[in-house]
Nanobody, 118 residues
Framework: QVQLVESGGGLVQAGGSMRLSCAAS????????MGWFRRAPGKERELVAR????????WYTDSVKGRFTISRDNAKNTVYLQMNSLKSEDTAVYYC???????????WGQGTQVTVSS
């Protein structure tokens, strides 16, 4: 299992940008698929973006395509979520998570609040 710590959340105006970071403890970080999830008030948690171990392949939920970018730096054991053109509906607690072939999304961070004011 890997320990994850998110940072970078806060308050931003609609149309603004924010970058979230997730630092991982494991020396085997480069073997994990990484993802960003979010849980908005009154809604279920949803997968926002994910990235393969090498960073060569990414996936985004439709509502953030063209606005969010997930990336990773395996030398720094860190995954990022760059969020542009933020909307009020992006307001949520954002979590990063790690996944392996044998244990899907088995490790989670504590979450970071992102609030977009309109």
């Amino acid at each position: 299992q890997v320990q994850l710590v998110e940072s970078g959340g806060g308050l931003v105006q609609a149309g603004g940008s924010m970058r979230l970071s997730c630092a991982a403890s494991a020396r085997t970080f480069r073997t994990y698929f990484m993802g960003w999830f979010r849980r908005a008030p009154g809604k279920e948690r949803e997968l926002v973006a994910r990235i393969t171990w090498s960073g060569g392949s990414t996936w985004y939920t439709d509502s953030v395509k063209g606005r969010f970018t997930i990336s990773r730096d395996n030398a720094k054991n860190t995954v990022y979520l760059q969020m542009n053109s933020l909307k009020s509906e992006d307001t949520a607690v954002y979590y990063c998570a790690a996944s392996t072939v044998s244990a899907s999304w088995s490790s989670w961070g504590q979450g970071t609040q992102v609030t977009v004011s309109s």
